[in-house]
C-alpha cells in the first residue's frame, strides 16, 4: 500500500527533476550568451578571452566559476587581462553573480547603471581602470553587496546619499578618484562597515559624527580630500579603530588625553598637515600596537610624551613642523624610550623648539633606522661618538641646529647613507678621513659650520655624491685635484666663503654634468682656467671676491647654459669678451671691480643695465648709455679717456700755477693776517659736523626737496651738486651725489671719505660728512655732505656774463688772494697733512668762494692719496681728472716722487 503511494510521488519527483535541468539550463545558456556578448564587445588585445570559445564548457572559461547545481556563473575574474573598452553591460545580465572582479584592466567610461540589476552580487571590483562618469545610483539596489571596490579610476559626481540601502556593506573603497561634494551622514548606518577609504578625492565638509556610530569599524582613510571643522571627538571612543588616516585635510581639534587608552588597538594614525593643536597625549603608552604615528605639519605642542616607545612595533615616527618642545635632558626622556623600538625606521623631528643638548641615546635607537631628522631645532652638544651604529641609515639631517664639536669618525660606518645634512651648526675640526667610505652618499651638506684644516682629497671616493657644499667653513691650503675629479657631482659644488688659496685647478673641466658651481669669496689666484669652459651643464658660476688674474678665458663662450655669472672683485684685465654678447640665457652678469678695459660690448645682456655690473672697472669705455661710461673715439681701445683734449689745457695752466705758487710767498704776511680772522669760525663748523654725524638718505632727500632741480647748483665729474637746508639748525650745505652708474662705487667709500674728513684746512671744502646707503628703490646711494659756498665757483667768476672782460667783476687784489688760498690748499696737502694727497683734478670750477670770497679748494673725487710716503704705494680713490684740470706733473712733483703724474698709471 505504502509502496503504491509511493510510486506517483516518485513519478512526480522525476517529473520535476526533468524539468528543473531544462529550466536551469536555459538560464545557463543566458549566461553563455551574455558572456560571449561580453567578449565580443570589450578590447582584448592580448587574447586573454580566447579560449571563451565552443570547443569547452563556458563553465571551464578561464575566469568563469559556475554553481555546481546549474551552471549559472557566479564568480568572474578577469584582473590584469588589459580587457579595454567601455563594460559591456551584458555582463549585467549574469543575474546569479555574486562575485566581479574586472581589475587593473583598462576599462573605460561610465559604470553602466544596469549594475543595479545584480542583486546577488557580494563582492564588486572595479579598481584600477579608467572609468569615469559618476556612482551609478542604481549600485543601492545591488542590495547583496557587502566589498565595493572603485579604486583608482577617473570617477567624479557625488557618493550616492542612499548608501545604507545597501545594508551589508562592510568595505567602501574609493581611493584615488575626483568624487565630490560631503560624506552623506546616512553612511552612520551601515553598521556592518569595518573599511572605509575615501583617501584622494574631493570631499570637502565636516565628517560626519554619525560615522563614529560604526562601532565595527577598522580602518578610516580619508585622507587628501578638503575636509574643514573639528575631527568630531566621538570617534576617540571608537575602540575598534585601528588605521586612521586623516593627513592633508584642513581638520582641527586636539586629541583628548585618554585616547590611546579608549582605542586600544590603533596600529596607525597619521595626522599629517592639518590644523591640530594641544599636546601629545601621554597615554600614548599604551598604544601597545602603534606602528605608524605621524602628527607632522600641526600645531602640536608641549614635551614629547617620554613613553612613546612603549610599543615595541613602532615604525614610523613623523613629529617635524610642530611647536614640541624640549629644554633639558629630561625632556629627551623619548629618546630613550625610543630605543625600545626594534622596528623603528623614520624619525623625523624636524622643525620644532627642541632644545637641550642631544641625548646619546640617539645611538641606541634601532640599528634598522633608516630616516633621522633633526634639522632646524636648537639642539645643543655632539653627535655621539657611537652614531657609526646606526648602520641602515641613508638620510641623516640635523642641519640648522646648534651642535658642536667634531664630526665623529665613526660616520664612515653609516655606509648606506645617501643624504648627509649637516649645515648650520657650530661643528669644528677636520672633517674625519672615514667620511670617504660613504660611498652613496648624494648629498653632502656641510656648509655654514667651522670646518677647518684643508678639504680632503679623499672625498674622491664619494663617486655617488650629486652636491657638495662645503661654503662657510674654515678650510684653507688648496683645492684639492681630487675633489674636483667627481663625475657624478651635477646638481652643485660650493666651497665659497673659506680661505682656499691657489689656483683653480684644471680638473674642474672633468666636472661636464655639473649645474652650480661656486669658489666665490677665498683667496684664489691665478687664471681662471680655460677647462672651465668644458663644464658645458654650469647653470650658475661664482667666482667672485678672489684675486683671479688674466683675461676672462675664451673658453667661456661653450657655456650656452650659462644663467648667472659672477667675476667681480678679481683681478682680471683686458677687454669684456664679446662672446659674452651671445650667452642667450645669461640673466645676471656681474664683473664689476676688476680692471677690465676697454669697449664694452652693446648686445645680448649689454642692452641691459640692470643685469650688468661694471662697476669699478677703470678703463671701460663705449656701452650703452646707461653705463654712464666715456666715449671709446677712434683710437686704440684702451686708455681713451681724453687724455688728448687735456694736453693743451696743461700747457696753459701750468704755467698759471706756477705763478701762484710765486706770488703765494710774498704775500704770505697778508694772508696770514685774514687766516687768523677765520679762524674764529672753527668751533661753529665742529658743532655743524656733530650735528650731521649720520645722515640718511631719507634727510638728505628731505634737505633737497626731493633732489629738486630747483636746487641743482652743479653737476660735475662725479655726480651733481644740490644746495640743501639740514633740519636740526637749518644749516645750508652742498650735497654731492655720488653719480654711481657712472664712475662705479668706491671699493671702500666710507673709509676714504674718512680719509678726507680728517682733512682740515680752512682753504679746503670741508667735507661734513659722507652717506652711504640705498635709496628707496634699493639701489646704492653715496653723496658727500659739505660747507655751502655762497658765492660759488672761480669758474662762474671768470666767466660771468659770458664775457671776455672779467677783469670788473674779479679785481687783481681778489684774484691774488684766491690764487695764495689755492696755494696754500695745495701746500697742506702735499706736504702738511697726515697724508700726502695729490689732487689731481684742480682746476676753476673746482675753487669754491664763500661769503668773504675765500677760496676753497673741493671735488676730493679725484684725489690719490699717497699713504706711504717711503715706498710710495698709493691708493686711488678716483679716476683721472675731467677737462680744465691741472695735473701736479710740474718739475718739482717729479723730483719728489720720481713719476711724471701719480695721478696716472693706476
Ligand atoms: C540582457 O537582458 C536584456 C533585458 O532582459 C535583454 O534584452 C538582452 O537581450 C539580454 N542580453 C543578452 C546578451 O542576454
Ligand atoms: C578554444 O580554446 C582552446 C583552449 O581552451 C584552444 O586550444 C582552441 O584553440 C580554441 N579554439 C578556437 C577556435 O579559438
Ligand atoms: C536604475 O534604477 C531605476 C530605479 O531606481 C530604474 O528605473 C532603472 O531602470 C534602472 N536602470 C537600469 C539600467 O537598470
Ligand atoms: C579632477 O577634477 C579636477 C577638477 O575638479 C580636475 O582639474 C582634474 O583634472 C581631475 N582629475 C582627474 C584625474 O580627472
Ligand atoms: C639593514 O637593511 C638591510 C636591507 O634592507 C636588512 O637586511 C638588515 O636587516 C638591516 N639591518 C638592521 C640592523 O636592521
Ligand atoms: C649660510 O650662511 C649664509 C650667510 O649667513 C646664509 O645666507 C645661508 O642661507 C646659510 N645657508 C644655510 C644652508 O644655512
Ligand atoms: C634686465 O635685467 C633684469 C635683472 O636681471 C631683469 O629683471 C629685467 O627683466 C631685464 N630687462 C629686460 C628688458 O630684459
Ligand atoms: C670715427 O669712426 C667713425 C665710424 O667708424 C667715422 O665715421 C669717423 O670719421 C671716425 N672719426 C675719426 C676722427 O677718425
Redesign the pocket.
Known amino acids: 500500500m505504502k509502496l503504491l503511494l509511493l510510486i506517483p510521488l516518485i513519478i512526480i519527483f522525476f517529473l520535476l527533476c526533468k524539468s528543473t535541468p531544462s529550466l536551469s539550463s536555459s538560464a545557463a545558456a543566458a549566461d553563455r550568451l551574455a558572456l560571449l556578448q561580453f567578449k565580443s564587445l570589450l578590447s582584448d588585445p592580448t587574447g586573454a578571452l580566447?579560449?571563451w570559445?565552443s570547443?569547452?564548457h563556458f563553465c571551464q572559461w578561464p575566469g568563469i566559476t559556475c554553481s555546481i547545481r546549474g551552471s549559472r556563473v557566479t564568480e568572474i575574474e578577469l584582473n590584469s587581462l588589459q580587457l579595454g573598452g567601455p563594460i559591456p553591460p551584458a555582463i549585467f545580465n549574469l543575474s546569479s553573480l555574486e562575485t566581479l572582479h574586472l581589475e587593473h584592466n583598462n576599462f573605460i567610461g561610465p559604470i553602466p547603471d544596469e549594475i543595479g540589476r545584480l542583486s546577488h552580487l557580494r563582492d564588486l571590483s572595479l579598481s584600477y581602470n579608467s572609468l569615469s562618469g559618476e556612482i551609478p545610483a542604481n549600485i543601492t539596489r545591488c542590495s547583496s553587496l557587502q566589498f565595493f571596490n572603485l579604486r583608482n579610476n577617473l570617477l567624479t559626481g557625488e557618493i550616492p546619499s542612499d548608501l545604507h540601502l545597501i545594508p551589508k556593506l562592510q568595505v567602501i573603497h574609493l581611493w584615488k578618484n575626483n568624487i565630490t561634494g560631503r560624506i552623506p551622514a546616512t553612511i552612520g548606518n551601515i553598521s556592518s562597515l569595518w573599511e572605509i577609504v575615501f583617501s584622494q578625492n574631493n570631499l570637502f565638509g565636516r565628517i560626519p559624527e554619525s560615522m563614529s556610530r560604526l562601532t565595527n569599524l577598522k580602518t578610516m582613510l580619508i585622507d587628501q580630500n578638503m575636509f574643514t571643522g573639528e575631527f568630531p571627538p566621538s570617534f576617540f571612543n571608537l575602540s575598534s579603530l585601528s588605521n586612521i588616516y586623516l593627513s592633508f585635510n584642513e581638520l582641527e581639534g586636539t586629541l583628548p588625553s585618554s585616547m590611546f587608552e579608549t582605542m586600544p588597538n590603533l596600529q596607525r594614525f597619521l595626522l599629517g598637515r592639518n590644523r591640530f593643536h594641544g599636546p601629545i597625549p601621554a597615554s600614548v603608552s599604551n598604544a601597545s600596537h602603534l606602528f605608524e604615528f605621524d602628527l607632522s605639519v600641526n600645531g602640536f605642542s608641549g614635551f614629547i610624551p617620554s613613553k612613546l616607545g612603549n610599543s615595541q612595533y613602532l615604525w614610523w615616527v613623523a613629529l617635524g613642523f610642530n611647536q614640541l618642545e624640549a629644554k633639558e635632558a629630561y625632556d629627551w626622556r623619548f629618546m630613550a624610550s625610543l630605543t625600545n623600538c626594534s622596528s623603528l625606521v623614520t624619525l623625523d623631528l624636524q622643525q620644532n623648539n627642541l632644545s637641550g643638548v642631544l641625548p646619546s641615546t640617539l645611538a641606541d635607537l634601532s640599528p634598522g633606522i633608516t630616516t633621522l631628522v633633526l634639522s632646524y631645532n636648537r639642539i645643543s652638544g655632539n653627535l655621539p661618538d657611537e652614531i657609526g651604529n646606526l648602520v641602515n641609515l641613508t638620510e641623516f639631517q640635523a642641519s640648522n641646529n646648534l651642535l658642536t664639536g667634531r664630526l665623529p669618525s665613526s660616520i664612515g660606518n653609516l655606509k648606506n647613507l645617501h643624504v648627509l645634512s649637516l649645515q648650520g651648526n657650530r661643528l669644528d675640526g677636520q672633517i674625519p678621513n672615514s667620511i670617504s667610505k660613504l660611498s652613496q652618499l648624494n648629498l653632502l651638506q656641510l656648509q655654514n659650520n667651522t670646518f677647518n684644516g684643508s678639504m680632503l682629497a679623499s672625498f674622491k671616493n664619494l663617486v655617488n655624491l650629486q652636491e657638495l657644499d662645503l661654503s662657510g667653513n674654515r678650510f684653507s691650503g688648496e683645492i684639492p685635484k681630487e675633489i674636483l675629479s667627481l663625475p657624478s657631482l651635477s646638481l652643485g659644488l660650493d666651497i665659497s666663503n673659506n680661505m682656499l688659496t691657489g689656483k683653480l685647478p684644471a680638473e674642474i673641466g672633468k666636472l661636464t654634468t655639473l649645474n652650480w658651481f661656486s669658489a666665490a669669496n677665498n683667496n684664489l689666484s691665478g687664471e681662471i682656467p680655460t677647462e672651465l669652459g668644458n663644464c658645458l651643464s654650469l647653470e650658475h658660476l661664482y667666482l667672485q671676491g678672489n684675486s683671479f688674474e688674466g683675461a676672462i678665458p675664451q673658453s667661456l663662450s661653450n657655456l650656452k647654459g650659462l644663467r648667472e655669472l659672477d667675476l667681480s672683485h678679481n683681478n682680471l684685465v683686458q677687454q669684456i669678451p664679446i662672446f659674452l654678447e651671445n650667452l642667450y640665457g645669461l640673466l645676471i652678469l656681474n664683473l664689476s671691480f676688476n680692471e677690465l678695459e676697454g669697449k664694452v660690448p652693446e648686445n645680448g645682456i649689454f642692452k641691459n643695465s640692470t643685469a650688468v655690473s661694471l662697476y669699478g672697472n677703470k678703463n671701460l669705455c663705449g656701452g650703452i648709455t646707461e653705463f654712464h661710461l666715456p666715449y671709446c673715439g677712434n683710437g686704440t681701445s684702451s686708455n681713451l679717456n681724453g687724455r688728448k683734449h687735456l694736453s693743451l689745457m696743461l700747457k696753459i695752466l701750468i704755467p698759471v700755477i706756477g705763478l701762484v705758487l710765486c706770488l703765494s710767498f710774498g704775500f704770505c704776511i697778508f694772508t696770514t693776517l685774514c687766516r687768523i680772522k677765520r679762524l674764529k669760525k672753527k668751533s661753529f663748523l665742529n658743532l655743524i659736523e656733530d650735528q650731521f654725524k649720520r645722515t640718511s638718505y631719507a634727510e638728505l632727500l628731505k634737505a633737497t626737496d626731493g633732489f629738486s632741480s630747483s636746487n641743482l647748483i652743479g653737476v660735475g665729474g662725479f655726480g651733481s651738486v644740490y644746495k640743501g637746508v639740514i633740519q636740526p639748525g637749518k644749516t645750508t650745505v652742498a650735497i654731492r651725489v655720488l653719480d654711481l652708474d657712472r664712475h662705479g662705487a668706491s671699493k671702500s667709500f666710507m673709509a676714504e671719505c674718512d680719509a678726507l674728513k680728517g682733512i682740515r684746512h680752512r682753504n679746503l671744502v670741508k667735507v661734513l660728512t659722507a652717506c652711504s646707503s640705498a635709496d628707496f628703490s634699493g639701489r646704492d646711494f653715496k653723496a658727500l655732505v659739505m660747507k655751502y659756498m655762497h658765492n660759488g665757483s672761480l669758474d662762474q667768476w671768470l666767466h660771468k656774463d659770458g664775457s671776455s672782460s672779467t677783469t670788473s667783476i674779479l679785481k687783481f687784489e681778489l684774484r691774488l688772494s684766491i690764487a695764495v688760498d689755492v696755494a696754500y690748499a695745495l701746500d697742506y696737502l702735499h706736504n702738511l697733512g697726515h697724508a700726502q694727497i695729490v689732487h689731481c683734478d684742480l682746476k676753476p670750477s673746482n675753487v669754491l668762494l664763500d661769503e668773504e670770497m675765500t677760496a676753497h679748494l673741493s671735488d676730493f673725487g679725484l684725489a690719490k692719496i699717497l699713504l706711504d710716503k717711503d715706498d710710495r704705494q698709493s691708493a686711488s680713490i678716483g679716476i683721472k681728472g675731467t677737462i680744465g684740470y691741472v695735473p701736479p706733473g710740474n718739475p718739482l712733483m717729479e723730483k719728489q716722487y720720481h713719476r711724471k703724474d701719480p695721478c696716472h698709471h693706476w
Open positions: 580566447s579560449a570559445n570547443s569547452i
